[in-house]
């Protein structure tokens, strides 16, 4: 009798302290300019449905900063810092999950890692509860590399890497090395970082032309990226290998092992609904 | 920014470096007075200290890098392109990507690209039919935003390997400048290059290991040729010498400023022979180099509340020092209980700065005493230049609650410039 007192005492603790706190949702975008990430970068489809996960759906914030950037620029980690800082303490949030994207995730961990750069961070950092890093440039990709090799870019949509943006630089794979080795946490032999950095891997890309997966956030990326994946491992989402992915933090899935279908989540398709993403992580928060 | 003379030190042999991690030394008692950044700079002292997860190990001053190349790249003019640009192939399959550069002289418009239908691939001046299994467009490729200006081929399985000629039978613009890049997935021939460390400071010597591999084993008779860019763009070529099998050159006297945080690259061009198959690689290595602003002096005392850093600065900026606590296990091991850093706007002079611990972690740690500090570091934020480095061979005792009471002075240590060397911590 009194262990079953305890446990429901201990459970009513847990509910209590669940439901006391004011849950927050960030959505950090990736390498670009955003000004209207919500639609540009992550679509309403998307944001709307992840967001159900919170107790309070309404307590969210889509990021739009310049991530075409180094990563501690103003513009950049700064930009990052205002924004979630306004969030917090307008919506009075005491337990913050963010959700980043792609190089969204170095961009958090350079904050995470360097809480004395910026007097505003380590505020953001006690707040934060954990961050779901979807197909995060951990290691940098050899795209990257490419495309820094003759400087042959232009000013473009630039969804993934931009034109020969400092944020294109930064993800160089021998740059990125040393970014982790001096700069970031999370990494092989480096400290932890202070909050769970759970990963999500993208291991493939689908282009078959009688495929309807194939089509889930536009066909023709998937043709692009399936070619891109020449420069890389044959695990990778089309813009990263497995490896970079996995490179900081703890994996939490690898695609297939969760999604519909055992879909794959290429580069794109994994900041789309695609295949029960959005659902799997709404469950998470 | 002019650098004192740093030689950079490239030994082409069969075994990898086998060197003991170095600590970041300054290697002159000169510090440098500069100016600081035209940036926006935190001048609140901040301090935070962040458990370290069980069980995690831990690599103090782990500052390798090694890459493995199975390309390499060149850059060639549109004239050169239309009178066929030799090509050596040693993976069957092989990636052809040609990318229209843009420079800052030359405008490039958004369809300067070659198409892949416009290229003809010839051996021993005989043309090869259905040379390529795939070709992608300008259109496909800059679908993915990541490759504008360019087109890719791969090459068919009935080419097969040996000395091509690549030819684009569309006039192009003669001055046009193209990168052709040639991807061997799978190939096992890799060029390996690798450095102990990626951040320098002006002055220091800087040493990297280059090699190409063939299944792993080295190629004896490899050439090289090196050059470095700085994030300007701007490339010097460096002068080497080979002796022994052992390449070594010296740092230009003059590379051009980067902005805070940038990297400097080092380019090395290989090219050996396996028997009649001659096999190019290029790769890269990024580095930093920092100049010495300030510098941790041989004073450091700690207890569990803070430990206090004697620093002599020369620039004005914003500094960081930081470090890694351990306690010991059940089992007698000493093992990381926490991060703690602690950063501070100082003006040129000498010093005294807190890092702080957070006593709450200390607490809930199940490590016991005697307790160490390992790893201290400091770091210019203002400039994004790692300084100096405690050796991974050193710690720091911290005292305990009862001997600070009683003012031991076993409080004291040494660190790092030489003065006093700590024997290596039990493990």
Redesign the interface.
Known sequence: MKKIFISMLLSFMLFSATSSANQGLAFIHGTGNQTDAYNDYWTGSFVNSVRQGLNNPSKYTVINCDFDQ?M???QAA?CLAQQLTTFITDQNITELVLLTHSNGGNIVRWVLS??????R??NI?NKISKVIAIAPSSLGTP?A???N??????R????????GS?AV?QQ????M??YN???L?GTA????L?VPFKTIIGSDVESAIWDGDSYCAGY??Q???E??Q??LDSCSD??LNCSSQRGAGSVWFTDKQRTAGREPLSHQQSRRDCFNLDTIIKNDI | MTFTKATIALIVSAAMFNVSATSLTPTSPMLVKIAEPA??I?K?S???S????PN????NN????T?VSDEY?M?VSGKQLNQGVALHISQPEA?I?L?????SQQW?P?DHAIDPDDLSLTKNNTTINKAFSQK?SRA???????????S?V?LSKAAGTGKFNIKVTKALVPTQ???V?V?E?GSPYQQVLATQQ??YLAGQRISFNAAVNKHNKPLIASSHQAFIKA?T?NKQAIAFENKDNHLSFELPDYLPATKP???Y?LYIDSQVNDGTTVINRTG?????LAQPTARMSAKVTANQQQATISLEVASNGRY?V?G?VYGIDKNNEYQ?IM?S???HYLSAGEHDVALNFDPQLFKRSSLKPPYQLRGIKLTD?SR?A?LQRQSANESVAIADDKQRQGGALSLLALLGLGLIRLAKPKR
Not at chain 1, 114 to 119: A, E, I, L, Q, R
Not at chain 2, 56 to 59: A, D, E, G, I, K
């Open positions: 180094f501690w620029k103003s700064g360097n809480p004395t750069y910026d007097s961070y380590p950092i795209l590399d490419a495309v090799q003759g400087n042959a870019f232009i473009s949509l630039s969804w993934i890497l931009g034109y400092d630089k160089q794979v021998s740059w090395n040393y080795q001096n700069w946490l032999g480096r400290p932890n202070p023709q990326y043709v692009a990226l070619t891109t020449n420069w089309g813009f | 940036i926006q935190e609140q901040v301090h935070f962040q458990a370290i997860t995690r190990q831990l690599v782990n500052d390798q890098y890459n790249w850059e990636l990507r990318s229209a550069k843009q420079t490039l958004d992608v496909q490729l800059a679908t993915a935003n990541i490759f504008p200006n360019s890719a791969k400048r193209y990168v890049n991807k997935k990626q951040s994030p763009g945080g940038e990297l690259e890269k290595i990024a580095f930093a960081e930081s890694i990381p991060k850093a602690s950063a934020q994004m790692v």
